[in-house]
């Protein structure tokens, strides 16, 4: 697996964040399309095909979402763990969630200065990882 850094972090997967939205927009312009263009004998079978593309966009959001929530709540309690093992105290309450999953990619070497910075400076996700000069990767997320 490829070492990870600043560059090439984030994880697109082709088939879901490029082809399966892709086809989810296309199904909902063709459907809403064909509902403007059909016959009043066809109305209820285009009204049909729209709201269903709109449920599949909704259920596809939400199928993304979801386990990205769960992901958050799991690198919370990683790095309050290090946190505390370091510090023998729990991360700061006023660290915001994405300051958190930024700097789950600090060395800990790099991790308590950093963590200082980013509460002092309110630092954005962004922000703390250029920041970090000793990557560590983190190759679950998706």
């Given at each position: 697996?490829?070492?990870?850094?600043?560059?090439?972090?984030?994880?697109?997967?082709?088939?879901?964040?490029?082809?399966?939205?892709?086809?989810?927009?296309?199904?909902?312009?063709?459907?809403?399309?064909?509902?403007?263009?059909?016959?009043?004998?066809?109305?209820?079978?285009?009204?049909?095909?729209?709201?269903?593309?709109?449920?599949?966009?909704?259920?596809?959001?939400?199928?993304?979402?979801?386990?990205?929530k769960a992901q958050d709540r799991?690198?919370?309690?990683?790095?309050?763990?290090?946190?505390?093992?370091?510090?023998?105290?729990?991360?700061?309450?006023?660290?915001?969630?994405?300051?958190?999953?930024?700097?789950?990619?600090?060395?800990?070497?790099?991790?308590?200065?950093?963590?200082?910075?980013?509460?002092?400076?309110?630092?954005?996700?962004?922000?703390?990882?250029?920041?970090?000069?000793?990557?560590?990767?983190?190759?679950?997320?998706?």
């Amino acid at each position: 697996m490829k070492d990870q850094n600043f560059k090439n972090h984030a994880n697109l997967v082709t088939g879901f964040h490029g082809v399966l939205f892709v086809a989810l927009v296309a199904l909902l312009a063709g459907s809403v399309y064909h509902l403007f263009s059909t016959t009043s004998e066809n109305l209820y079978l285009a009204s049909l095909m729209v709201l269903t593309a709109i449920i599949l966009i909704v259920m596809a959001w939400y199928i993304r979402t979801f386990p990205l929530k769960a992901q958050d709540r799991a690198i919370r309690a990683e790095e309050n763990m290090r946190h505390y093992a370091m510090t023998e105290k729990l991360l700061p309450s006023d660290l915001r969630m994405s300051q958190i999953i930024a700097l789950r990619f600090a060395s800990d070497d790099e991790f308590l200065p950093l963590m200082e910075k980013a509460l002092k400076e309110k630092l954005s996700a962004k922000e703390i990882k250029s920041s970090i000069k000793s990557w560590k990767g983190d190759y679950y997320r998706v």
